[in-house]
């Protein structure tokens, strides 16, 4: 019985001087913000992809088919503003959505999320 009751007042002792180790762990993140890192000299200097039409039929269509899954139809239209004009259709040919973005893949117009 004391072999027992030692066991256990050694680990307690054990637990309770390394508690203080484990509460003292500081968080240095906390406080900042998500994109505190960046910098706008960064930002204004990035270089950005412009996308051709078959790029963002590619993108397009990989985004409809994990949204809406097998049978959804997309097409990508250049407008007369060099902007991109992508329909979703289903099998029976109905729109499901319609969105224009620009060159950088960006909405330009009817951004809202369905």
């Known amino acids: 019985m004391k072999k ?16 203080p180790l484990l509460v003292s762990a500081d968080d240095d993140d906390r406080g900042k913000s998500r994109y505190e890192h960046r910098t706008d000299s960064k930002l204004m200097n990035a270089n950005l992809k412009q996308y051709s039409t078959d790029e ?7 985004q409809a088919l994990r949204r809406f899954g097998p049978g959804v139809e997309v ?6 503003d060099g902007t991109y004009l992508v329909q979703l259709r289903d099998a029976e ?13 960006a909405p330009v117009r009817g951004s809202h999320q369905n």
């Open 93 to 105: 040919q109905n729109l499901i959505r319609e969105q224009e973005f620009n060159k950088y893949a």
């Open 4 to 19: 027992t009751t030692t066991i256990a007042a050694l680990s307690a002792a054990t637990l309770l001087g390394a508690a």
């Open 56 to 62: 963002m039929r590619i993108m397009a269509y990989g």
């Open 75 to 80: 097409t990508v239209n250049e407008t007369k």
